[in-house]
């Protein structure tokens, strides 16, 4: 079974029980459901239970739920549908995601294969919920950042070391305009 499998059947294996058992959901057990959980199947120990089936740490097992709960059906297919296995900590990425465009923008690139990794998505981001850059765009943003912090001096011997390719861009550049 895969991570992201994984992830969404304890979800759905989650909200079944709770839906069965309303007073054990999150908050409505109480001390007494907390600390005095007897039944392999109480909320107390859902994850520890699962942790125990799977052979997994009750953390991962958090984890796996939370990531679970908060994935839509479109993604989960997006997921499913890309070129690389979706790994365990892509989904933890996922989890930890606040915003829901986060979320969405790293399922469509790790589906789509323009992306190795949750981490790779969010670090090209510029800020949380800001639009995706592509490489030119990040090199650009590199190159104009570190032109205008530069001293004019500085700028001076960029331009008189690299005139020559700077001139044909130039030109190449007007040579587009007009067509």
């Given at each position: 079974?895969?991570?992201?499998?994984?992830?969404?059947?304890?979800?759905a294996h989650?909200?079944?029980y709770e839906?069965e058992?309303p007073e054990?959901?999150?908050?409505?057990?109480?001390?007494h459901?907390?600390?005095?959980?007897n039944?392999k199947?109480?909320?107390?120990?859902?994850?520890?239970n699962?942790?125990e089936?799977?052979?997994k740490?009750?953390?991962?097992?958090?984890?796996?739920?939370?990531v679970?709960?908060?994935?839509s059906p479109?993604?989960?297919?997006?997921?499913?549908?890309?070129p690389?296995?979706?790994?365990?900590?892509?989904?933890?990425?996922?989890?930890?995601?606040?915003?829901?465009?986060d979320?969405s923008?790293?399922?469509?690139a790790?589906?789509?294969?323009?992306?190795?990794?949750?981490?790779?998505?969010?670090?090209?981001k510029?800020?949380?919920?800001?639009?995706?850059?592509?490489?030119?765009?990040?090199q650009?943003?590199?190159?104009a950042?570190?032109?205008?912090?530069a001293?004019?001096?500085a700028?001076?011997?960029?331009?008189?070391?690299?005139g020559?390719?700077?001139?044909e861009?130039?030109?190449?550049?007007?040579?587009?305009?007009?067509v």
């Amino acid at each position: 079974m895969t991570p992201l499998d994984m992830a969404v059947f304890l979800a759905a294996h989650k909200a079944l029980y709770e839906r069965e058992n309303p007073e054990t959901a999150r908050g409505k057990a109480g001390a007494h459901g907390r600390w005095d959980a007897n039944d392999k199947m109480s909320l107390a120990s859902f994850t520890a239970n699962a942790a125990e089936t799977f052979g997994k740490s009750q953390k991962t097992m958090q984890r796996l739920i939370s990531v679970g709960e908060k994935l839509s059906p479109s993604e989960i297919a997006q997921l499913r549908d890309a070129p690389q296995k979706v790994q365990f900590k892509d989904l933890e990425h996922i989890a930890k995601c606040g915003e829901q465009a986060d979320r969405s923008a790293i399922c469509a690139a790790l589906g789509d294969g323009t992306a190795k990794s949750a981490k790779e998505v969010l670090d090209r981001k510029k800020a949380p919920g800001a639009a995706l850059k592509t490489p030119v765009e990040q090199q650009f943003s590199k190159l104009a950042d570190a032109f205008i912090r530069a001293s004019k001096e500085a700028r001076r011997q960029f331009v008189a070391q690299y005139g020559d390719v700077l001139s044909e861009l130039i030109e190449d550049a007007k040579g587009e305009a007009k067509v």
